[in-house]
């Protein structure tokens, strides 16, 4: 390796662990909030245009994959102006950590949901409360650098998950309101957290 290569390697180095020691702040609340308004509207428009989740559970999910587009899309769009604007140098090291921490969260509930639908169609009544297990984890998984007090939300998508798998295992039915309602106070939760964090005092150093 030359001399080059190895001062650059080091500076990738020490950026990663700036990184990895600072609080990320490129969550904003207006788009986690908003992303809680998108998953009330689908669990309206769900109960109000599809009569039978259970016997038409294709159409049930692709509308929640395609709120969770749109609201990973919101979250995105405001995380890249936020991280470069309280970031500034360290921004893309910043996503790039934020995004390592929630993807094995995010990739397994893609899979899980894939291997359902292909091999066990008639499980799937387990698959809301689960994505909420996930998304949990990922929260759990993020604590290290956002506000502590994130672990709020993280536990609150731990026990409505199970919530969830327990009324579900009852009639084994899909509803757009055990889908929908732990979404929306999970993610206006959330936004109250990042609103009201007091920044680095409130993060672990």
């Known amino acids: 390796m030359s001399d080059l290569d190895k001062a650059l390697a080091d500076i990738f180095t020490i950026r990663s662990q700036i990184a990895a020691g600072t609080a990320f702040r490129g969550y904003g609340p207006a788009a986690v909030a908003a992303t809680g308004g998108l998953a009330l509207a689908t669990a309206i428009l769900q109960f109000l245009w599809l009569d039978d989740p259970t016997a038409h559970p294709l159409a049930f999910f692709a509308g929640w994959a395609a709120a969770a587009l749109v609201s990973g899309g919101m979250i995105w769009t405001e995380m890249q102006a936020r991280s470069h604007r ?3 140098g360290l ?14 969260a995010g ?12 091999f066990a169609p008639e499980t799937l009544w387990l698959l809301p409360g689960l994505w909420q297990v996930l998304v949990s984890l990922g929260i759990f998984a ?12 993280g536990a609150w998508y731990f026990f409505a998950g199970f919530g969830c798998l327990l009324l579900a295992s009852q009639s084994h039915a ?3 309101w055990t889908m929908g309602l732990p979404f929306v106070f999970g993610q206006l ?11 680095e005092s409130d993060v672990e150093e």
């Open 174 to 176: 899909l509803s757009p």
């Open 142 to 153: 993020s604590v290290r650098s956002l506000p502590r007090t994130v672990a709020f939300a």
């Open 86 to 88: 309280h970031h500034s």
């Open 91 to 104: 921004a893309d090291v910043m996503i790039h950590q934020a995004i390592e921490q929630f993807l094995p």
């Open 189 to 199: 939760l959330m936004a109250a957290i990042l609103h009201f964090a007091s920044g």
């Open 107 to 118: 990739l397994a509930g893609v899979l899980l949901a894939t291997m359902l639908l292909k």
